[in-house]
């Protein structure tokens, strides 16, 4: 029995470069496809919606019918053609129907970041309470580096700072941090070496950073 697709959800983390991309593939694809609902959903916001859906990967689109039920589901990136083009055999019923998904689970992840102990830099250990079944260690280890705190450790990263996306090719990082406050040159190196360290576990050997 075939169904039409009435709507589009897209599921990614904030900071995900490659869910900025696949909403721009999307945007593109509601030109042609008129009438159509479309939903972001920020995984790291909305843990009750992206558990709902059983999302297990960072991002994902669903194609869903008037009535709610999933068609169809991909992971990752597609170009705009690749995607229109899946809208024929999903109304169809021509594509594998979606399978079941276990129930998304909580973990406890540890990560570790590092602060400055005078001009030391040292290792710290910050544990996360993952509330999704998505996994994204190199963002999440930012976003740890930025909120923590010890007693008689520097930390130079303001209340204010938070993660407005990131960039990652082969060993090469850039991130890009938005701050209501002024940040000075000295300032903003202090916080790129941090980064740098924390980063260093992922295979990141050169990270720059940028501020909006």
């Given at each position: ?33 008129k ?15 992206t ?7 960072n991002?994902?689109?669903?194609f ?13 990136f597609?170009?705009t ?17 979606v ?5 998304n ?10 602060l ?11 544990t996360?309470?993952n509330l ?21 450790l ?21 991130v890009?941090?938005r ?8 300032q903003?190196?202090?916080?790129r070496i941090?980064?740098?360290h924390?980063l ?13």
């Amino acid at each position: 029995m075939s169904q039409q697709v009435a709507k589009l959800m897209l599921f990614t983390l904030s900071a995900c470069p490659m869910g900025r991309s696949i909403h721009t593939v999307l945007g593109e694809v509601l030109t042609v496809k008129k009438g159509i609902v479309y939903e972001i959903v920020s995984i790291d916001a909305d843990h009750e919606t992206t558990n709902r859906y059983k999302i297990k990967a960072n991002p994902t689109t669903l194609f869903l019918a008037e009535d709610g039920q999933e068609l169809y589901r991909f992971e990752g990136f597609k170009e705009t053609a690749e995607v229109l083009s899946l809208f024929e055999p999903v109304e169809e019923g021509a594509l594998p129907p979606v399978a079941d998904r276990e129930e998304n689970r909580q973990t406890e992840e540890v990560y570790t970041v590092y602060l400055y102990d005078a001009e030391q830099i040292v290792p710290i250990e910050m544990t996360y309470h993952n509330l999704t079944s998505i996994k994204a260690p190199r963002i999440t280890a930012i976003q740890q580096l930025l909120r923590a705190q010890r007693e008689g450790l520097e930390n130079p990263f303001s209340a204010q700072s938070s993660l407005e996306t990131v960039s990652f090719q082969n060993q090469s990082g850039v991130v890009t941090l938005r701050s209501d406050g002024k940040v000075s040159a000295s300032q903003s190196e202090r916080m790129r070496i941090l980064l740098a360290h924390t980063l260093a576990v992922y295979g990141v050997s050169e990270v720059a950073l940028k501020w909006v």
